[in-house]
């Protein structure tokens, strides 16, 4: 009899069902969108702004204003260099996939046969490198300067024939050497000298324009530093700081057990910077913090304006389900004061209603989910350029939300059908 009622109450008020699973649909949408947008939403904003550089440099001890508080092991005195076949072990670390790109540097002061000065900067530009774990990868300058406005020319690419005798020179650079794509000049470092042919110019916007960018090996033999870097540009996945990032930056060896695994299991910049130093020898990493810093205050606002959309989608739905809701009581009134004078009692009734809201509630929210996750596919394809990912975390989450959502919207209502009296409803008073 039960469900015999609940169909035929269904069925009657089917316009006003369909209203309060589509007011359901629309706020289980908005929050599954959001939900599986704020999953994804950390790596995504971390890929659009590794765009505009590395987050993490390496540097030799004896470069480092940090130097004096590390202790060389066996008396030795570090260098004023890294050695070039550690730079891929940064890619053998805990957070190994976290790693995005990197490049090292290495730079020499160059003369042109007119005298002019200029700085020569060597590094990476498309390197592809393979693993010992068969993962193979290119990194470089090119990905990690794509800010870089090519003005003439092209980018420089090391596979192509005689890549060890061309170059890119930055405006400024070209300008005070009268350069251009396609120039040849002659250079002389402190080892060695090249006949270079520049195949770009590039506009940075900073201080790179006043120098000039060559293969790694190139500027080696032109300072005679065979094998040695200066410093490794690191773009890294992170995870923005809290107190035991921050304290854990400070002094790795004042966290607990507990403390120290859970810091060094999280992709913080400091833990990042930590495992760097633990593979390449007589080394210091160090975040970038105007990059760190604005990642972390970029995502965390992005963040809270997802939880907040959900939330204000989620109270706007259940104050349209407690209008159709009420509404719906309303007109029943009579209905409803006959089952109490036959002794229906309260909680049954209130039951009753409650199964047809849910049961519209499960289609409304199962409608709702998919439409927001095609919402969020949109959103991810539009605003970042790539799929997000549905994560079966959200669906518990949207599922407790709209039963939560439902049964707050149906509070006043129930609440009305409480003080329903049989003798007002059906004298007509």
């Given at each position: ?155 420089l690419s090391e596979a192509s024939p005689g890549s060890e005798n061309s170059a890119m020179a930055g405006a400024a650079a070209a300008e005070k050497l009268g ?38 090996d190139t500027v080696q033999e032109l300072a005679d530093l065979d094998g040695k870097v200066s410093t490794i540009e690191v773009s890294a996945l992170t995870t ?190």
């Amino acid at each position: 009899m039960f469900f015999k009622m609940i169909k035929g109450m269904l069925f009657r008020q089917w316009k006003k069902m369909l209203m309060i699973a589509f007011t359901i649909a629309l706020g289980a949408s908005l929050a599954s969108a959001m939900l599986s947008v704020l999953y994804d939403v950390g790596d995504k904003v971390n890929q659009e702004l590794k765009t505009y550089g590395a987050n993490i440099t390496v540097m030799p001890k004896a470069n480092s204003v940090l130097g004096d508080l590390y202790e060389i092991e066996g008396g030795e005195t570090p260098g004023a260099f890294l050695n070039e076949d550690e730079v891929m072990k940064i890619k053998t670390i805990f957070w190994q996939f976290n790693i995005v790109d990197f490049a090292p540097f290495i730079d020499t002061e160059v003369t042109a046969p007119d005298g002019t000065s200029v700085t020569a900067v060597g590094s990476w530009f498309d390197h592809h490198i393979k693993m010992p774990t068969g993962e193979e990868l290119d990194a470089g300058v090119s990905s990690m300067r794509s800010w870089w406005e090519i003005k003439e020319g092209e980018w420089l690419s090391e596979a192509s024939p005689g890549s060890e005798n061309s170059a890119m020179a930055g405006a400024a650079a070209a300008e005070k050497l009268g350069l251009s794509a396609g120039s040849v000049l002659h250079i002389k470092g402190p080892a060695a000298e090249k006949d270079i042919t520049i195949v770009g110019v590039f506009d940075s916007g900073s201080e790179e324009d006043d120098r000039i960018y060559l293969p790694l090996d190139t500027v080696q033999e032109l300072a005679d530093l065979d094998g040695k870097v200066s410093t490794i540009e690191v773009s890294a996945l992170t995870t923005p700081d809290n107190e035991l990032a921050e304290k854990a930056a400070k002094d790795p060896g004042s966290l607990s057990l507990a403390q120290y695994e859970k810091w060094y299991c999280t992709a913080y910049a400091s833990s990042i910077c930590y495992q760097i130093q633990e593979v390449i020898k007589d080394s210091v990493a160090s975040p970038v913090r105007q990059v760190a810093d604005s990642e972390g205050a970029i995502l965390e606002k992005t963040q809270l304006l997802m939880v907040l959309i959900t939330i204000l989608s989620l109270i706007g739905a259940a104050l349209g389900i407690c209008n159709l809701v009420t509404a719906s009581v309303m007109e029943r009134s009579q209905e409803i004061g006959l089952m109490k004078a036959i002794g229906a009692q309260n909680l049954s009734i209130s039951g009753l209603v409650l199964t047809e809201i849910f049961i519209t509630a499960i289609f409304g929210g199962i409608a709702g989910f998919f439409a927001g996750f095609g919402f969020a596919r949109i959103i991810g394809h539009t605003v970042f350029g790539s799929a997000i990912t549905m994560r079966p975390a959200v669906i518990p989450i949207v599922a407790v939300l709209v039963v939560l959502v439902t049964l707050i919207g149906s509070i006043p209502a129930i609440r009305m059908l409480l003080r329903l009296r049989p003798t007002e409803v059906l004298h007509g008073r």
